[in-house]
């Protein structure tokens, strides 16, 4: 499963981008934040994707200000911190990577994709530690030449990289 929060869309396209790769080999089911489940049993390989705002995972009020200051089309109810927040322990063998999208200029420190990392380790998951962030030409938008092309490349190298083989209560899926 690939859970993403996107407030702008860019964000949106790179997980549906990845999803693509993985749909090749396996099932995949794409859900946003405000959509998606509180549980992941079932599921082999979890990904998680957000923007970086104020250096690590959006708040509501980060969120709330992107739509007030910046004209953001779309602020979801809940950000993947607080998807994370709700979730159940992973179930045993589960593996999970993150990645997040951030302003190509400038360049600042923190990440959405390292603080989400560290949240899914925290739940168990078993944790790529190769978090991927992708750039955004500004608040709004568009990504960054060659930023779709990068998100298929780490998709590929993640898919089967750590792909375990499906056990009790796996289903191969994503």
């Known amino acids: 499963m690939i859970v993403y929060e996107s407030l702008w869309g860019n964000t949106e396209l790179v997980a549906r981008a990845i999803g693509r790769?993985?749909?090749?080999q396996m099932p995949v089911d794409i859900v946003d934040t405000d959509h998606a489940p509180d549980s992941v049993f079932g599921y082999d390989l979890i990904i998680v994707?957000?923007?970086t705002h104020a250096f690590s995972m959006s708040r509501p009020a980060t969120r709330e200000s992107?739509?007030?200051?910046?004209?953001?089309?779309?602020?979801?109810?809940?950000?993947?911190?607080?998807?994370?927040?709700?979730?159940?322990?992973?179930?045993a063998g589960t593996i999970a990577a993150a990645f997040?999208?951030?302003?190509?200029?400038?360049?600042?420190?923190?990440?959405?994709?390292?603080?989400?990392r560290h949240?899914?380790?925290?739940?168990?998951?078993?944790?790529?530690?190769?978090?991927?962030?992708?750039?955004?030409?500004?608040?709004?938008?568009?990504?960054?030449?060659?930023?779709?092309?990068r998100a298929v490349n780490w998709a590929s190298e993640l898919t089967f990289r750590e792909r375990?083989?499906?056990?009790p209560g796996?289903?191969?899926?994503v």
């Open 66 to 91: 992107a739509a007030a200051n910046d004209a953001a089309p779309h602020v979801p109810r809940r950000g993947i911190r607080e998807w994370l927040s709700t979730l159940a322990p992973a179930p």
């Open 100 to 116: 997040d999208t951030r302003v190509d200029s400038p360049r600042l420190p923190g990440s959405a994709a390292k603080a989400a």
């Open 119 to 149: 949240e899914l380790r925290s739940l168990g998951f078993s944790v790529d530690d190769k978090a991927k962030s992708f750039r955004v030409h500004g608040y709004q938008g568009p990504l960054a030449d060659g930023e779709l092309d």
């Open 49 to 51: 994707g957000g923007p």
């Open 170 to 173: 796996g289903t191969g899926a």
């Open 21 to 24: 790769v993985i749909a090749t």
């Open 164 to 167: 375990k083989p499906v056990g």
